[in-house]
């Protein structure tokens, strides 16, 4: 958590600290399931995600999204989060390192702020992009 | 084929706790030790009133408000077809242990591609705090994969 990321020391083109996560497990699952309010049994039983035509249970999309989210705060204070939206593209599974990355493409002066636009991924261990999104963030 | 019609659809609103070991929990699931989602003095650190919520959590505030399905269940859609395609968050002021949240959810369009072998409905839901001040606006984007 950091405060001192200053907009005159930022510039197009810089990449954010990646985050590389531990591996996905299954008690991940179990524990995000229960506090995400997310009951969808794909995500704890392989039986039911078998029925769904999966190979086994896959993790919920919002996992990787909250990932991204802690790529974001890690960088910024939660209160100059300004925007944050992402495209789901491919499943995780238990096992896979998902890495979180992000790189500035703009800056911009925007409702009274100083504003920068990023560029973000989720990506698993084989380099597979899983979420693609975008943020704004408001710095000093 | 979709029933265009429900674009525009206002569900009623829908109001939900935040709970501060709720927030704790949720960081833990996601492995985000951080303080500021535990610790009060931490939060009151970088200016906030109450431990503030992760960025991602005004989504869990509407699976457990079970806001979710709404337009699936009325469309008798098979929830096992459909998947989640985007999802999107725009803040306007923290949500904060102790807060209540009120939601509003709209269904902004639905759309097909590839013949109605992928359908997609895109719903908003503004959130607004105790004191009706807005905090969060999320977009969803549901694709539904048929045959």
Not at chain 2, 112 to 128: C, D, N, P, W, Y
Request: proline share 6%; hydrophobic share 40%; with cysteine.
């Amino acid at each position: 958590m950091s405060g001192t990321i200053r907009f005159e020391s930022v510039s197009v083109g810089d990449a954010l600290p990646p985050l590389v996560k531990p591996p996905i497990s299954r008690l991940q699952l179990a524990l995000f399931a229960g506090t995400s309010g997310d009951h969808n049994p794909i995500h704890v039983d392989d039986e039911a995600a078998k029925v769904g035509g999966l190979p086994g249970v896959i993790a919920h999309g919002m996992l990787n999204m909250a990932f991204l989210g802690q790529l974001l705060t890690g960088w910024v204070p939660p209160n100059r989060l300004r925007a944050f939206s992402n495209r789901f593209a491919a499943m995780a599974y238990p096992g896979d390192v998902i890495t979180l990355t992000g790189t500035v493409t703009a800056k911009k002066e925007e409702a009274g702020e100083k504003r920068v636009e990023l560029e973000i991924f989720a990506s698993n261990q084989k380099g597979d992009k899983l979420l693609v999104g975008a943020a704004t963030v408001a710095l000093d | 084929m979709l029933d265009t019609s429900f674009i525009g659809k206002e569900y009623p609103p829908f109001s939900v706790e935040v709970e501060k070991g709720h927030i704790r929990r949720f960081a833990h699931a996601i492995g985000d030790e951080s303080a500021v989602w535990r610790d009060p003095q931490a939060a009151k650190g970088l200016g906030y009133q109450a431990i503030p919520a992760p960025p991602t959590f005004a989504f869990t505030l509407l699976m457990e408000a079970n806001q979710s399905f709404l337009i699936l269940d009325e469309m008798g859609i098979d929830k096992r077809k459909s998947m989640h395609a985007e999802q999107g968050f725009v803040y306007h002021a923290p949500i904060l242990a102790g807060d209540t949240i009120t939601g509003r959810q709209k269904i902004l369009d639905m759309y097909e591609k590839k013949g109605g072998a992928l359908q997609f409905i895109v719903t908003e839901t503004r959130m607004t705090n105790q004191r009706n001040q807005p905090v969060c606006d999320l977009r969803t984007v549901i694709v539904i994969r048929n045959g």
